[in-house]
């Protein structure tokens, strides 16, 4: 594995925008001595989100783009009985209410978030509107008018809270303690705020998920927790936090840390190349008489990624080449 074409997966801790996880990646390559090398992000986490960020170095900023299109996953917790202007903990309120929504309520409405619903940004999002950034209009005084778009929500439920149960079990507020759920005169359980989990299309909004819920509820919320889980291939479990990153500048190894540029293909099989069909495909000259089925292959001439192809009736057509040496370092 060549060290400098590949990913590093961040746990972007809260407070750290996206390009200053960037900034932080080529800092410490720089102070660890490795020549400079082309870094960046395969998809953009709020600065008051955390979790899985993925960095592309070298050859694999190639992938950068389809990272952004791949479906990302989101723990987040939605406040009941304030919205604010930016639909989470930074902006001012807005709206009060004393309404909170049932329990059973709540877990009773995901079903109508999922699949392909219509969804209006936020005002304060890094979306163009006229040539400019929403967010620069809105924080200018504005008043951002934003257009519905259509995203997918592939599923949407409620957070188990395993790993946090202290914090889910404080959220829920009941009125006269725990209802017995065999009596019917018992009261219903309340939620004052709520944890989800979704899995969501490129393009959408947790902020403006969590606001539609809770008006649909009768209700007002903003978003106090979002946690990126998953981001296409890749998942928290591969994720290094700050300090291991920070690490390398002093002197731990790269290769520690860093993931081949192939494991951003985890998701499409892998075509298998010949000596001669390796040389063409880095001619960019089209191959023929492939076996497979018709689809998005990574090709690769031993375990050395080639190029990004699509097959076409034993065809390949050329998506992205790898400029990486024949022997993987």
Do not use: C
Not at 35 to 56: F, R
Not at 78 to 97: K, N, P, S
Not at 243 to 269: H, S, T
Request: glycine fraction near 10%.
């Amino acid at each position: 594995m060549n060290p400098q074409h590949g990913w590093i997966i961040l746990d972007k801790p809260a407070g750290l925008g996206s390009t200053q996880a960037v900034g932080a990646v080529k800092r410490n390559l720089r102070e660890a001595g490795y020549p400079k090398v082309k870094v960046g992000h395969g998809g953009t986490l709020d600065p008051l989100a955390e979790g899985v960020l993925p960095i592309a170095l070298g050859e694999a900023t190639k992938l950068a783009g389809r990272m952004l299109d791949a479906s990302k996953i989101y723990e987040f917790t939605i406040q009941f009985g304030e919205e604010t202007t930016t639909l989470d903990t930074e902006g001012e309120v807005t709206a009060r209410t004393d309404r909170r929504p049932p329990l059973a309520a709540v877990a009773a409405v995901l079903d109508h978030f999922t699949g392909e619903i219509e969804q209006v940004p936020p005002a304060y999002s890094a979306l163009k509107v006229d040539g400019k950034r929403a967010y620069d209009r809105a924080r200018a005084g504005e008043d951002v008018e934003m257009k519905s778009r259509r995203v997918t929500i592939h599923s949407l439920e409620m957070a188990s809270g395993a790993d946090r149960t202290d914090e889910v079990e404080s959220t829920f507020a009941t009125t006269g303690g725990r209802p017995d759920p065999y009596d019917p005169a018992a009261p219903l359980e309340l939620a004052d705020a709520v944890t989800l989990l979704a899995n969501v299309s490129k393009g959408t909004y947790i902020r403006s998920l969590a606001r539609d819920i809770a008006r649909s509820l009768g209700t007002l919320g903003h978003v106090t927790y979002l946690r990126r889980t998953k981001a296409g291939p890749f998942t928290e479990k591969q994720a290094i936090s700050l300090d291991n990153l920070n690490a390398v500048g002093k002197g731990a190894r790269l290769e520690d840390i860093i993931l081949p540029l192939e494991a951003g293909l985890d998701d499409i099989p892998a075509l298998d190349l010949s000596p001669d069909e390796a040389g063409a495909i880095r001619q960019g000259r089209v191959i023929s008489g492939q076996p497979q089925p018709d689809g998005l292959y990574w090709a690769r001439a031993g375990n050395v990624p080639v190029a990004l192809v699509e097959l076409f009736e034993g065809s390949t057509k050329i998506v992205r080449g790898f400029n990486l040496p024949d022997v993987a370092e």
